[in-house]
């Protein structure tokens, strides 16, 4: 047999030991462990250490380390002074939470090729020990958490070290209190892996929150946003061609134009179809901008950044255009918002018959109120039909309406919610709705939904789908749904989803939305000629049903 020769095998176990570590793979072990004793070491999680300051040493410290045992050797002697974690009988018992549990995942502590042996026991050991109720940092208030205690660095670059609390700050937060964290297009880890290059990068204001911009729309969450004004400016800027419309077929068609301040005629027409601005289509604006605008899929993108579209830092804009049957390439003027007049809109019913004879009633659910109902119920409860158009925001009207329409109690969802006292985890519970009626309206309920129905009107649209004869007409969605956690990064205001929605059989509606049962979308025909497609299909499903 060959020997191996001597020196061989100790160079060999030498670069073993001497494992080199990454800039990235350094921070993402440092960010994953900061962030896992922020919400599991007992003396941690209590408030007693100031965090934020251990973080920065932490991050100065680790530019001296650039092998694997090094770090271990960091990594243990940090959580050794961090003090004794007593055994936790309580941690044991198990409860009669039913859990779900695709967001939880630990299996980072046994990577051995970051960690060693002892530095993943002592951190499999906090786990199994881990803080149990009052936690410094997350609270609870009624069915969902808030984020407390968090030190405010303000919404300026002025460090890369503030520049990574961030990141780290926002990527635990998700990791460990966002139920559709499985979800996402990007594995969440993937996304730490990507990210913290760029936040090394970061240098300015503008580069910071278009990072940060990033960073949210990884949720890929129609709930979430990041509101900068820097990000407006820089973006999309503040002058506006004066004109509303609507996106149908990947274009703009436009539906008013608008007068201005001096008054000055523009070159665009009520009807002009908009498919080129500044060399780019429709669909290319908004690839180039879904980097930085987070929804749940591709309509939800389409909703959040079509209204951004026409928005400019430049006094004039160059548009091809589609004018009865012609291409056209115009350039027009732009305006600052003061400039523009808008004229009111016409008031709209909040209810109202629909024809002569009295058999088709509608309701526009943005606007109906608790107190309407008894009104709007006595007004339209002889007809044969009824049209709920929740193409909008409702008002909590969910419940009452429930009982008016639905013929007994009923489980329309479920939702999961997160365990404090086991951060990452979710436990389920199934909600029911409605009560025993059986003065229940029997006619048809008709349900008009599109990508602005979202949260509470999508869980409004799954109540309705339990009406005996309720058919859903339009096109998905949003696919956001559960009640948002408001909080800041970097002194900005963002959200993200706080509850996980599901249908009765755990079936998803994030990032899917409700699927209707007739599918109906606006065709740029229709809208240039003032018809509501949706409200027609509807219309014309009830003479078939008559």
């Given at each position: 047999?060959?020997?191996?020769?001597?020196?061989?095998?100790?160079?060999?176990?030498?670069?073993?030991?001497a494992q080199i570590i990454?800039e990235?793979?350094?921070?993402?072990?440092?960010?994953?462990?900061?962030?896992?004793?922020?919400?599991?070491?007992?003396?941690?999680?209590?408030?007693?250490?100031?965090?934020?300051?251990?973080?920065f040493?932490?991050?100065?410290?680790?530019?001296?380390?650039?092998?694997?045992?090094?770090?271990n050797?960091?990594?243990?002697?940090?959580?050794?002074?961090?003090?004794e974690?007593?055994?936790?009988k309580e941690?044991?018992?198990?409860?009669?939470?039913?859990?779900?549990?695709?967001?939880?995942?630990?299996?980072?502590?046994d990577?051995?090729?970051?960690?060693?042996?002892?530095?993943?026991?002592?951190?499999?050991?906090i786990e199994k020990?881990?803080?149990?109720?009052?936690?410094?940092?997350?609270?609870?208030?009624?069915r969902?958490?808030y984020?407390?205690?968090?030190?405010s660095?303000?919404?300026?670059?002025?460090?890369?070290?503030i520049?990574?609390?961030?990141?780290?700050?926002?990527?635990?937060?998700v990791?460990?209190?966002?139920?559709?964290?499985y979800?996402t297009?990007?594995?969440?880890n993937?996304?730490?892996?990507?990210m913290?290059?760029?936040?090394?990068?970061v240098?300015?204001?503008?580069?910071?929150?278009?990072?940060?911009?990033?960073?949210?729309?990884?949720?890929?969450d129609s709930?979430?946003?990041l509101?900068?004004k820097e990000?407006?400016?820089?973006?999309?800027?503040?002058?506006?061609?004066?004109?509303e419309?609507?996106?149908?077929e990947?274009?703009l068609v436009?539906t008013?134009?608008?007068?201005?301040?001096?008054e000055?005629q523009?070159p665009?027409?009520?009807?002009?179809?908009?498919?080129?601005?500044?060399?780019k289509?429709?669909p290319q604006m908004?690839?180039?901008?879904?980097?930085?605008?987070?929804?749940?899929?591709?309509?939800?993108?389409?909703?959040?950044?079509k209204?951004?579209l026409?928005?400019?830092?430049n006094?004039?804009v160059?548009?091809?255009?589609?004018?009865?049957?012609?291409n056209?390439?115009?350039?027009?003027?732009t305006y600052?918002?003061?400039?523009?007049?808008?004229e009111?809109?016409?008031?709209?019913?909040?209810?109202?018959?629909?024809?002569?004879?009295?058999?088709?009633?509608?309701v526009?659910?943005?606007?109906i109120?608790?107190?309407?109902?008894?009104?709007?119920y006595?007004?339209l409860k002889s007809?044969?039909?009824?049209?709920?158009?929740?193409?909008?925001?409702?008002?909590?009207?969910?419940?009452p309406?429930?009982f008016?329409?639905?013929?007994n109690?009923?489980?329309?969802?479920?939702?999961?919610?997160?365990?404090?006292?086991?951060?990452?985890?979710?436990?389920?519970?199934k909600?029911?709705?409605?009560?025993k009626?059986p003065?229940?309206?029997?006619?048809?309920v008709?349900?008009?939904?599109?990508?602005?129905?979202?949260?509470?009107?999508?869980?409004?649209?799954?109540?309705?789908?339990?009406?005996?004869?309720?058919?859903?007409?339009?096109?998905?969605?949003?696919?956001?749904?559960?009640d948002?956690?408001?909080?800041?990064?970097?002194d900005?205001?963002?959200?993200?989803?706080?509850?996980?929605?599901?249908?009765?059989?755990?079936?998803?509606?994030?990032r899917?939305?409700?699927?209707?049962?007739?599918?109906?979308?606006?065709?740029?025909?229709?809208?240039?000629n003032?018809?509501d497609?949706?409200?027609?299909?509807?219309?014309e499903?009830?003479?078939?049903?008559?």
């Open positions: 047999m060959r020997r191996f020769p001597l020196f061989l095998f100790l160079l060999l176990s030498l670069n073993i030991s990454t990235t793979q350094k921070l993402e072990s440092l960010c994953r462990i900061w962030g896992f004793l922020k919400y599991y070491h007992p003396r941690v999680a209590k408030g007693n250490l100031n965090w934020d300051k251990q973080l040493q932490k991050i100065n410290e680790l530019e001296n380390i650039n092998d694997k045992q090094s770090l050797n960091f990594y243990s002697e940090w959580i050794e002074s961090l003090g974690v007593p055994p936790c941690c044991s018992v198990k409860d009669q939470k039913v859990y779900f549990l695709k967001n939880f995942d630990l299996r980072w502590m990577n051995s090729q970051i960690f060693s042996d002892d530095v993943s026991q002592k951190l499999r050991y020990n881990r803080n149990l109720g009052d936690n410094h940092y997350v609270g609870k208030g009624g969902k958490i984020f407390r205690n968090e030190k660095y303000g919404s300026q670059f002025t460090s890369t070290a520049s990574l609390l961030e990141l780290f700050r926002y990527w635990n937060y990791e460990y209190f966002f139920p559709y964290k979800e297009d990007q594995n969440w993937d996304v730490l892996t990507e913290i290059p760029k936040f090394l990068l240098d300015n204001d503008e580069n910071f929150h278009l990072t940060l911009a990033e960073l949210v729309a990884k949720t890929d709930h979430a946003y509101s900068s990000i407006q400016l820089h973006l999309y800027g503040q002058r506006k061609v004066p004109v419309y609507i996106y149908a990947g274009k436009i008013k134009v608008n007068d201005t301040r001096p000055h523009g665009l027409h009520t009807g002009d179809v908009i498919y080129d601005i500044e060399g289509t429709i908004i690839n180039s901008l879904g980097k930085y605008v987070p929804a749940s899929n591709s309509w939800g993108k389409v909703s959040k950044i209204d951004k026409l928005f400019t830092s006094d004039s160059s548009l091809k255009i589609e004018r009865e049957g012609q056209i390439e115009i350039k027009t003027r600052l918002s003061k400039n523009i007049i808008r009111k809109k016409p008031v709209v019913k909040k209810w109202k018959l629909m024809d002569d004879e009295k058999t088709t009633g509608y526009n659910m943005g606007m109120e608790k107190d309407d109902l008894d009104e709007m006595s007004s007809t044969k039909s009824i049209i709920f158009d929740l193409r909008n925001y409702p008002k909590q009207t969910i419940v309406l429930s008016l329409l639905l013929p109690p009923v489980i329309y969802y479920q939702f999961t919610f997160p365990d404090t006292s086991y951060p990452g985890k979710f436990y389920s519970r909600n029911v709705i409605g009560r009626n003065e229940y309206y029997k006619g048809n008709i349900v008009l939904v599109d990508e602005n129905t979202q949260s509470q009107a999508e869980t409004t649209t799954m109540m309705f789908k339990q009406h005996p004869k309720a058919k859903i007409i339009g096109s998905n969605t949003s696919g956001a749904n559960g948002v956690i408001m909080f800041k990064i970097a900005l205001n963002t959200r993200f989803t706080g509850l996980g929605a599901y249908y009765p059989d755990g079936r998803e509606t994030q899917i939305g409700i699927i209707p049962d007739i599918l109906v979308k606006p065709s740029i025909e229709g809208i240039k003032g018809k497609e949706v409200l027609e299909k509807a219309l499903y009830i003479k078939t049903t008559n």
